[in-house]
């Protein structure tokens, strides 16, 4: 199975790769999949508090190609987005922009999971209380 | 710089050796006869063909050439064997006995029997990938006709002890068939010698072509028959009809040739090239070679590479080396690799293995430079990987409530 230009231009040069500090009031961290799985995503933003604007987004994870992809192609989507914004991005706009075949869309999906638990996280840590759909494992 | 792709897949196929491929070349043009031709020179030079490439063939393996059953390859030997034993000996019992470790063929050609009412015991195996010999005879009942167990594996390249095994199988009386397509050709494989009374082979992991088996079938003590799987004009002695693939066939017998006088210095030459390769991508931390190293093939390498998923760092070095993650007939799926899994490695390590196969024309400049390309993806996918961060930091990650997807 041949990979997308845009996927192999992200897994070589993936974006915004690292860490934030997880237990920084402003810091959401998401943390999604399991080893068993063969995926597990790590995504964190850092948020305005006086804006609501997610100021940077970081990433780090295990899995294929399509996984690092996806979830690099997430973080450069996250960053300037308000968390309405961003807790509405959905797992196909990702499917599309990176041209995942059918097999690779549960890596999409992850990439929406991790979205939603890092918000969630801000949100609990900030006093947020939000009947979130996305049920995921926090960090 | 023009740089050739390094080929590490020789256990998915390998490479025809050009010699091969000048043996079969006539067999498509001038002398293109159907074997069965019985009329006419075109015919005559085709089954004399035939006759001598089963003739290198049968003494590769020790056998004698009213033994070799020429098939598609190893998966039709394979199903021939199974499902053609089933049926043959149905009268005496229904039983068969394999291992949860076998290629595709085997256990699906089980699996069919179990639909055609027959029982099916899979054992399983020990943490070396071996089976257990106490659990093989543990597992032989009145009613079992058939003992089907492969002399390497596929994915570890680990050895099963061929000899005890047909010990076992020669005094419950019992048949004995061995998938042993990936080592034909490569170490000695006797089984009139070992006790062994069927076994499926194939040219195309032996520098022959695709698209050519053989399966060998006992004539004496004891004479095996098998049902044929494949009905028509009765060739191959009945056993499995159909025009015979005379280049194909042509160049199995050249490839059986080389691989009988050349085996032995292949093996020493590639044996060692292997362990430079394990020697130096084990020194990268948290590596673990799966399968027993003291009874396994000389040219495979099967190594997890801990918090480090094998498809994506496959791709890291996709450019420059080809190997295979779990196997080429499973990688397609996202299920981890059944034959380690069964090994008792966690589904996070089969995720993170890759097969390393070396073959004849694997030149040791290539397995520095692969060993170059392995090690600095894995440490660049270490780089990406927040497990590995999480172990680095001594959290306990079979602590962590993981959400399964």
Redesign the interface.
């Known amino acids: 199975m041949a990979y997308s230009n845009k996927v192999l231009d992200h897994f070589t040069n993936p974006r915004n790769v690292g860490s934030l500090d997880k237990d920084a009031k402003n810091v959401g961290t998401g943390l999604v999949g399991a080893p068993e799985c063969g995926d597990v995503m790590r995504l964190q933003i850092e948020v305005d508090e006086a804006t609501g604007v997610i100021r940077d987004a970081k990433f780090k994870t295990f899995g294929c190609g399509s996984a690092i992809a996806s979830s690099s192609l997430a973080t450069e989507w996250l960053k300037g987005k308000k968390l309405d914004e961003a807790i509405a991005i959905d797992n196909m706009e990702i499917v599309e922009e990176l041209a995942l075949p059918p097999v690779k869309i549960h890596c999409s999906v992850l990439a929406e999971d991790a979205i939603k638990a890092a918000i969630k996280d801000y949100q609990q840590k900030n006093g947020v209380v939000v009947d979130s759909a996305a049920e995921s494992t926090q960090a | 710089m023009e740089r050739r792709l390094i080929y590490l897949d020789n256990n998915s196929t390998t490479p025809c050796d050009p010699r091969v491929v000048d043996a079969m070349v006539p067999y498509f043009y001038e002398k293109h006869g159907n074997a069965a031709s019985r009329s006419h020179h075109f015919g005559w030079e085709a089954e004399d063909a035939v006759d001598y490439a089963r003739e290198q063939v049968a003494k590769l393996i020790g056998a004698d050439e009213k033994e070799i059953i020429f098939t598609s390859g190893a998966t039709e030997s394979d199903n021939l064997a199974v499902k053609g034993v089933f049926e043959m000996y149905a009268k005496k019992g229904n039983h068969i006995i394999t291992a949860e470790t076998e290629h595709k063929a085997i256990l699906d050609a089980c699996k069919h029997i179990e639909k055609m009412g027959g029982e099916v015991t899979y054992l399983k195996v020990q943490e070396d990938g071996l089976v257990s010999l106490s659990d093989l005879e543990a597992a032989i009942k009145p009613n079992t006709i058939l003992v089907s167990l492969m002399w390497a594996n596929n994915e570890t390249g680990v050895i099963q002890p061929m000899r005890e095994i047909a010990q076992i199988c020669e005094k419950h009386g019992v048949l004995f068939h061995s998938d042993a397509t990936q080592a034909v050709g490569k170490i000695p494989t006797l089984p009139r010698e070992i006790g062994i009374h069927l076994m499926s082979f194939t040219a195309h992991k032996m520098y022959g072509p695709k698209g050519v088996g053989a399966l060998y079938v006992s004539r004496k003590s004891p004479r095996v028959k098998v049902t044929a799987q494949i009905d028509g004009g009765g060739h191959e002695r009945g056993m499995r009809s159909g025009t015979l693939n005379v280049p194909g066939i042509v160049g199995f017998g050249k490839a059986a040739e080389l691989a009988r006088l050349e085996m032995a210095q292949d093996a020493e030459r590639i044996s060692k090239l292997r362990d430079k390769l394990e020697a130096k991508l084990t020194e990268l931390e948290e590596t673990k070679v799966n399968g027993n190293i003291n009874s396994r093939m000389p040219h495979v390498s099967n190594i997890s590479f801990k918090?480090?998923?094998g498809?994506?760092l496959m791709?890291t070095f996709n450019q420059q080396v080809a190997v295979s993650s779990g196997s080429a007939c499973t990688s397609?799926?996202?299920e981890?690799s059944y034959v380690l899994v069964s090994m008792g490695l966690?589904?996070?390590l089969a995720?993170s293995s890759i097969r390393f196969s070396l073959g004849r024309f694997t030149q040791e400049e290539e397995v520095d430079q692969a060993i170059e390309a392995v090690a600095k993806g894995v440490n660049h996918?270490r780089?990406?990987?927040?497990?590995?961060?999480m172990y680095k930091e001594g959290v306990d990650?079979t602590k962590?409530?993981?959400?399964?997807?």
């Open positions: 918090h480090v998923e498809e994506g791709m397609a799926s996202l981890p966690g589904d996070d995720h996918m780089d990406l990987s927040p497990i590995w961060e990650l962590i409530e993981w959400s399964a997807h």
